[in-house]
């Protein structure tokens, strides 16, 4: 299974859809809501949210939203990353509800070569959710240094520092 790219594997106009999706529960929301002390009561208190908002009930807070699409990039886009450069934009476009089923897909814009080290390059992608009826909920922009092969045999290749199983009294090898 494919975890990243290297540098020449990215096609400028590609498309990755990402698979599975996620289906977000009210646990998975008021929990990172918590950890990043957001306690807006859009997010945490139902009635608040069922009496006072246009929406009728709780959203989503944007940024766990954010978090389930990058994540979901990952093996498609920078699971060999040198380095996420910049996030260019983020724009959340539609609400997410408790219940919503997440699905995100990346397109790459663009990739340039660095400048400063020829193992290496950039690449520009834009990263687009949607929910389980096709509505688009997110829409963001980011800049990755990803490696060229080289660069990657260099450090062992596609799983570097991976070790090797040793036998012991337990398992006794091959």
């Not at 829409?139 to 290749?157: C, E, H, S, T, W």
Request: net charge negative; proline share 6%.
């Amino acid at each position: 299974m494919q975890f990243g790219r290297s540098y020449e594997e990215f096609e400028v106009g590609a498309t990755y859809q990402h698979w599975p999706g996620k289906t977000v529960t009210e646990f998975d929301d008021h929990m990172f809501c918590l950890l990043t002390m957001n306690h807006h009561p859009l997010h945490l208190d139902e009635h608040y949210a069922g009496e006072t908002t246009q929406f009728g009930k709780n959203v989503v807070v944007g940024n766990y939203v954010y978090s389930i699409l990058l994540g979901m990039s990952v093996p498609d886009v920078s699971g060999k990353a040198i380095a996420n450069l910049e996030i260019e934009s983020l724009r959340h476009v539609a609400p997410t509800f408790h219940g919503d089923t997440l699905y995100g897909e990346t397109k790459v814009l663009d990739k340039w070569e660095s400048t400063s080290k020829d193992d290496r390059g950039v690449v520009h992608v834009e990263t687009i959710g949607y929910n389980q009826d096709g509505k688009v909920v997110c829409i963001f922009r980011r800049k990755v240094m990803v490696p060229k092969q080289n660069y990657l045999d260099a450090r062992g290749g596609e799983q570097p520092g991976r070790p090797v199983p040793q036998p012991d009294r337990n398992w006794p090898g091959e």
